[in-house]
């Protein structure tokens, strides 16, 4: 299946640009944001937001890790 592998090897690129769609979309919780507080307190919600950004960052620094680099 040519189009599973080069969807593979697009990975990154691919959630790259879905990011990008989501931010010029204005992504805003605002609407959920008090239910979500009610679930899971203040707390959690800032807990869950640290939690996110970091795997992101280790995300991002695993894939760095991945390409090779030029002599």
């Given at each position: 299946?040519?189009?599973w592998q080069w969807a593979k090897?697009?990975?990154g690129r691919l959630v790259?640009?879905?990011g990008g769609l989501v931010a010029?979309?204005?992504?805003d919780i605002s609407p959920i944001k008090d239910n979500l507080e009610a679930l899971i307190s203040h707390k959690g919600v800032?807990?869950?937001t640290?939690?996110?950004f970091i795997?992101?960052?280790?995300r991002h620094h695993w894939v760095a890790q991945?390409?090779?680099r030029a002599p």
């Open positions: 299946m040519k189009i090897d697009k990975f790259t640009a879905a010029l979309a204005d992504l800032q807990a869950l640290a939690v996110l795997a992101s960052f280790l991945q390409t090779p």
